[in-house]
């Protein structure tokens, strides 16, 4: 009994088919009966109208403008019969009609890199970063279209800030937003600050990341940058002092000696301006990116310093920071964080009270 009553309802469904093309979507010319919709969303092609999935779903959207789930629905089944740009555009024009959904935009620009239109994905991420400025994804697609359009230096800036977004958890981020990032670098030949990425994921699981493979990618930047990597194995350790676990370390920038605070929890070796000054650290072409902190984001210069030196460890080309902030933010005396796009080039190790940092060994 409940299969005939399943297979009844199913049956009346159908009969409603039939209605639908008496009522036009064989007979009718859609540019007039949905002109209107299609002013809003863009027009379709007439064959593309004359689905009765997608007539439907256009009456619905004539009647209320703005129904999220009728321009979904309508997306969908206008990207499965193959007319994806109008299903982009359509995507793309609704949320600036309508101003949500923000997902839309996400789907939108998916779209786009598929057709590899990436100029209008660009410009449809624009949008997703302006109407949510805080959006780690927004960020990550929009560094997928930069790099179509070859605007490497700005996708940089995108991933570096989608992975500051992602919030204190990093290890979820996926490996192929370090992976983009690192090619970026590569694209503008600044292959030394190319390892970073790839260094920054593998320290935040090393026991699974730290393998020959990831090794062997490292390898590859570093020996076309001609990158500074010793393989003697060299070992320094700080003492962990006081309540709050915070370590400071003398550490070389450009050959200047500074006070910095041992941060793995910071993804760039920051600084002061005032430090980079007498370290001569160029900001000719920086970019501005967003720096997670712990009273919330704020900006900083992403650029790079030519040495850095902790006692007998050192890296050549390691991205830094600069931040325009006063003589007491680190607190007194210190002139910034010595994070991972140095220390992520080492093995770090609590080990009796100390913090060890490592020379990382070669995986067989």
């Given amino acids: 009994m409940h299969m005939l009553k399943s297979f009844c309802l199913v049956a009346l469904l159908f009969a409603a088919l039939p209605t639908i093309a008496q009522a036009g979507y064989l007979d009718e010319n859609p540019d007039e009966v949905f002109a209107d919709v299609y002013e809003r969303l863009g027009a379709l092609p007439v064959k593309a109208a004359q689905d009765p999935f997608v007539w439907l779903r256009l009456q619905e959207l004539k009647r209320e403008p703005c129904d999220q789930k009728s321009v979904g629905d309508l997306a969908l089944m206008l990207e499965k019969n193959g007319y994806r ?97 690192a090619g970026a670098y590569a694209a503008l030949h600044r292959y030394c600050e190319a390892t970073a990425p790839i260094n920054m994921w593998v320290s935040l699981d090393p026991a699974s990341r730290d393998t020959s493979r990831t090794q062997k990618i490292i390898s590859d930047y570093e020996q076309q940058g001609n990158c500074l990597a010793s393989k003697e194995f060299q070992k320094e350790s700080f003492p962990v002092r006081g309540q709050r676990n915070v370590v400071t370390v003398k550490a070389e920038i450009n050959g200047v000696r500074g006070l910095f ?45 030519d040495k850095v030196q902790l006692g007998k460890l050192e890296a050549t080309n390691v991205p830094v920071v600069v931040q325009n902030i006063d003589d007491k933010s680190y607190g007194a005396g210190v002139d910034g964080l010595l994070g991972m796009s140095f220390l992520s080039r080492f093995e770090v190790q609590m080990a009796s009270g100390s913090i060890e940092v490592r020379t990382r060994r070669a995986k067989q």
């Avoid at 299903?87 to 839309?104: I, T």
């Avoid at 370290?279 to 310093?305: C, D, Q, R, V």
């Fill in 85 to 181: 740009r109008e299903a982009a555009e359509g995507l793309y024009r609704f949320v600036r009609e309508c101003g949500a959904p923000l997902n839309a935009l996400n789907q939108s620009i998916n779209i786009y890199l598929k057709l590899t239109d990436y100029p209008r994905a660009v410009e449809v991420a624009d949008e997703y970063i302006r109407r949510a400025p805080d959006n780690n994804d927004a960020r990550y697609l929009r560094g997928i279209a930069l790099e179509g359009v070859g605007d490497f230096q700005r996708a940089l800036v995108d991933y570096s800030d989608a992975i500051e977004l992602f919030g204190a958890d990093k290890k979820g981020i996926s490996s192929r937003v370090f992976l983009h990032m």
């Fill in 261 to 305: 605070i041992l941060d793995t929890g910071a993804s760039y070796v920051a600084m002061k301006s005032a430090f980079a000054d007498r370290a001569k650290i160029s900001l000719a072409g920086a970019s501005e990116i967003i720096m997670a902190t712990a009273n919330g984001t704020t900006k900083a210069k992403l650029t790079k310093a």
